[in-house]
């Protein structure tokens, strides 16, 4: 297995250490996935600013913790899953909701499935959604700019998820009690 570092704000190229500093104060840590990002400076710099737009997006903060656990499940992504578990939870996205996003099932709260059904299609069909799905994510209550929101949410944990899965990031203390086994999807 190919070994990556896992860069602090000491070891980092100098060109990504402002990244990991921004992340630090966001978190309170470096978290493992930034430091493995961080060897390349672009990729760190690339993946900040989408999470920044995804962060600005017209999705509600719950459907953001949604398209975020959807697409980490569906990629298979333990790191991604356990710290979008943890953030979501901390931020008042409930147990049942969390619990059946990882599990892979439907969720309860209408608006925040047509989110997750949605993602689901983005992913598994690679960007090739059917348009009835999409005007059952509009009949759902949600506007077209929310079915690009999805698509930039995709593309923003798709780049971490990848990165993961290459490099074995091992994962922070902080996301450990949400500890996720790609097996566990049925």
């Avoid at 949605?118 to 929310?146: N, Y």
């Avoid at 944990?157 to 009690?177: G, V």
């Amino acid at each position: 297995m190919v070994q990556f570092t896992v860069h602090d704000e000491t070891t980092a190229p100098e060109e990504a250490r402002p990244h990991l500093e921004a992340g630090k104060r966001r978190l309170g840590f470096v978290s493992s996935l930034n430091g493995v990002m961080a060897e390349s400076p672009e990729l760190l710099a690339g993946y900040s600013a989408l999470a920044e737009q995804f962060g600005k997006s017209s999705l509600s903060a719950h459907a953001k913790h949604v398209v975020w656990i959807t697409t980490s499940v569906l990629n298979g992504c333990e790191y991604c899953v356990a710290a979008h578990s943890t953030i979501a939870l901390k931020s008042g996205v409930d147990e049942e909701t969390v619990r059946a996003l990882r599990a892979g099932k439907p969720v309860s709260d209408n608006a925040l499935e047509a989110v997750r059904r949605l993602t689901e299609r983005v992913v598994t069909d690679r960007g090739w959604v059917d348009d009835r799905e999409v005007e059952e994510f509009l009949a759902a209550g949600h506007t077209r700019r929310q079915v690009l929101d999805v698509i930039l949410g995709v593309g923003m944990k798709t780049l971490s998820n990848y990165t993961n899965h290459i490099a074995h990031t091992p994962l922070d203390p902080a996301w450990q009690d949400q500890e996720w086994k790609r097996d566990t999807v049925s």
